[in-house]
C-alpha cells in the first residue's frame, strides 16, 4: 500500500509519532453546571489535551465520534454577523503542518472509540483525498479491500444548494464525509428516504451514500452566525444511522455544537470539545437553550473580560443589568442549578434583554465568549 509522508511522521529515533498519548494529561475542573434534559460535557481547549485527559474515563467508551476539522482553505474565519468575531483561523504554512495536526487529532479520536465504534470524518476538496490515505493507514482499508474488515466503511457525498458558481470550472457544491469502523463489528440502522424510481413511487429506499440536504440558509431558525455551521439533519443522519440511544457521541471540533444539540435531542450522551472562546460561548447558549443538562469544564480559568461599567440592580425580584452593554453579547443569571440566558443579536433578538428573575450571580459575555461576573448593587432603600 503506498505511504503518506509528512514532516514529523516519523521521530529522529524512527518511530511513528501520535502512537501514544500525553504522559502528563491536563487536568480539567469543572467551571459550569448547566440543569436540564439529558447528559453532556463540554471542554474549553485544545481538543488533543482535551481527549487525553477524558482518557481516564471514556478511553474506548465512545461509540461515535464525528470530526469537523479545519478543511485547510489558507482562510481565517470569523462570526457571520455585524460584529465579526474571529472564530478560528485555517491557514497553515504548508501541507506537513497540516496533515501533522491531523494525525494527531485522529489519534486522540481512535484512543476515545469503542471497538465496535465509528469516526466519522468530514472534509472537502482541498485535504480529503490526502485525509482518506491517512484515516486508511490509521483505521485500515476496510471495504476498500474486502468487506468487513475494519477500517474504511463509506465516502458520502453530502450534496448541497447554496455557494458560488465559477467561469472556470464546474460549481463545487459536496463536501466528503468519510466514515471509518474502529473493528469488523459497528453498528448500522439504514436511514429510509422516498424511492425516486418510478416502479417504487410512494415507498421508502435504503438511502445511498449522496446526500442531498439544504446548507444553512440566513433565516435558517438553527442558524448561529458561526462560520461553517452544519445543518441539524446532516448531522441527524449520521447520529441516527451510527449510534444507538444512551449511546456516547463526541465532537473534537464542536463549532457551533450542532453535534452536541442534536445528540442530546435524540437521546445519546455526549463530549464536546473546542479551543475557541467563540466556540465554547455559541455552544454554551445554544445548548442552554435547548433545555440540555451539560457541565463546562477547561483546564485553565475560562477568558474574562473587563466589565468594570457594568452591575447588576436588584429590586423586588428581579436583576437588571445597568451600565454600558454595548460589548456585551449575553448574560446569565444562575440561581442554585437554573441558569436563566439572556441572549443578544440572536435571531428574533435584535436587543438586549436586561431584566431577568433574580438570582445568586450574574455574568455576561463579550463576542469573544469572555466572561465576567458582575457586581450586584442593592435595592435602595426608601426614606420616610
Known amino acids: 500500500m503506498p505511504e503518506l509522508v509528512w514532516r514529523g511522521k516519523y521521530g529522529a529515533d524512527g518511530a511513528r509519532s501520535n502512537l501514544v498519548p500525553s504522559a502528563s494529561p491536563v487536568l480539567l475542573a469543572r467551571r459550569e453546571r448547566h440543569r436540564g434534559a439529558g447528559w453532556g460535557l463540554l471542554a474549553w481547549g485544545d481538543n488533543v489535551a482535551v481527549a487525553d485527559a477524558w482518557l481516564a474515563e471514556f478511553a474506548g467508551q465512545v461509540d461515535l465520534i464525528y470530526l469537523d476539522p479545519p478543511f485547510g482553505v489558507g482562510e481565517a474565519f470569523a462570526v457571520n454577523d455585524q460584529h465579526g468575531a474571529a472564530a478560528y483561523d485555517d491557514r497553515w504554512p504548508d501541507v506537513d503542518a497540516y496533515l501533522a495536526f491531523m494525525d ?3 489519534a486522540a479520536a481512535q484512543r476515545l472509540l469503542a471497538p465496535t465504534g465509528s469516526l466519522w470524518l468530514h472534509c472537502d476538496h482541498h485535504t480529503g483525498p490526502l485525509l482518506a490515505l491517512l484515516c486508511d493507514e490509521r483505521f485500515g ?8 474488515s475494519p477500517g474504511f ?5 453530502w450534496h448541497y444548494g447554496l ?42 429506499k435504503k438511502c445511498p451514500d449522496v446526500w442531498a440536504i439544504p446548507s444553512i440558509n440566513n433565516q435558517a431558525h438553527e442558524r448561529t452566525g458561526y462560520p461553517t455551521q452544519k445543518p441539524e439533519p446532516l448531522l441527524e443522519r449520521i447520529i441516527a444511522s451510527c ?15 450542532t453535534t452536541l444539540a442534536v445528540a442530546g435531542r435524540l437521546g445519546r450522551r455526549w463530549l464536546g470539545c473546542d479551543a475557541g472562546p467563540v466556540a465554547i460561548a455559541t455552544c454554551r447558549r ?37 451600565g454600558d452593554v454595548s460589548g456585551v453579547e449575553a448574560w446569565f443569571v444562575i440561581a442554585g442549578d437554573e441558569v436563566t440566558w439572556l441572549h443578544a443579536r440572536s435571531r428574533g433578538e435584535p436587543v438586549l434583554a436586561t431584566v431577568a428573575p433574580a438570582g445568586e450571580a450574574a455574568w455576561v459575555v463579550d463576542r469573544q465568549g469572555c466572561l465576567a461576573r458582575l457586581p450586584q448593587i442593592p435595592r435602595p432603600r426608601l426614606e420616610l
Open 104 to 106: 494527531a487529532r485522529l
Open 286 to 322: 445554544r445548548l442552554s437553550a435547548a433545555g440540555l443538562h451539560f457541565e463546562l469544564h477547561s483546564a485553565e480559568p475560562l477568558p474574562a473580560f473587563d466589565a468594570s461599567g457594568l452591575a447588576v440592580r436588584c429590586d423586588a425580584g428581579y436583576m437588571a443589568l445597568v
Open 141 to 148: 482499508r476496510g471495504d476498500r479491500e474486502r468487506n468487513g
Open 243 to 257: 449510534s444507538r440511544p444512551g449511546d456516547l457521541v463526541a465532537d473534537l471540533f464542536c463549532g457551533s455544537g
Open 153 to 157: 466503511r463509506n465516502e458520502v457525498i
Open 163 to 204: 455557494g458560488g458558481s465559477s467561469a472556470r470550472c464546474y460549481a463545487k457544491k459536496h463536501d466528503l464525509l468519510l466514515w471509518y469502523s474502529a473493528s469488523s463489528r459497528w453498528h448500522f440502522e439504514p436511514p429510509m428516504v422516498p424511492a425516486t424510481s418510478q416502479r417504487m413511487a410512494g415507498l421508502d
